[in-house]
């Protein structure tokens, strides 16, 4: 028996909102998630994200968005626990130890992707990124988290060798 040889996608966590709704940042990343799998570039979609200020957890509400794109239950696992961004990629390394992608897809904003490649490498993941469009987003709001990014990176970058 041959195993499928596309990637896995790991779709990292973000804010869950009052009554369960996805923050923007949640529903671009498991949407766009969700387009990978029904695009056949992906066979099956880790959610990532634990239960933050308001439940449900993250991983259960890009489950939720990504089955209303028409992704199989069968191709989504849930990662539960994680509330950083490292959490997410080390707690779904049980879920890959068994299927053995040759690859992972980590699926990201693009502001936080080298971060999270970064990490994922450091824990032996063969990974790329694939970052949704930041089509209505403000400005203002991309700036901040951009320079969130590049001292998380550095910090990251050199205490976590």
């Known amino acids: 028996m041959q195993t499928d040889p596309r990637p896995i996608a790991l779709v990292l ?4 909102w009052p009554g369960g ?3 923007p ?6 949407l766009h998630a969700a387009d990978l799998w029904v695009q056949g570039k992906v ?4 959610a990532c994200g634990g239960l933050g200020q308001h439940a449900p957890s993250e991983a259960e509400v890009i489950a939720a968005l990504c089955e209303t794109r028409g992704v199989s239950k069968d191709a ?5 626990r994680s509330t950083t961004t490292e959490e997410n990629l080390r707690f ?5 130890a068994d299927r053995k992608p040759s690859e992972v897809v980590i699926v990201t904003d693009r502001y936080h992707a080298p971060r999270a490649r970064l990490m994922a490498r450091r824990l032996g993941l063969i990974a790329r990124t694939d970052c949704p469009p ?4 403000r400005r203002l709001r991309v700036v901040r988290q ?11 970058w050199f205490t976590k060798r």
């Open 13 to 16: 966590g973000a804010a869950v």
């Open 43 to 46: 066979r099956l979609i880790v």
């Open 21 to 23: 709704q996805p923050s």
């Open 76 to 80: 989504l696992l849930l990662e539960e």
């Open 92 to 96: 779904a390394l049980p879920f890959l």
């Open 134 to 137: 930041l089509p209505n987003a």
């Open 146 to 156: 951009v320079l969130r990014e590049v001292p998380a990176y550095a910090w990251y």
């Open 25 to 30: 940042t949640l529903r671009r990343r498991a």
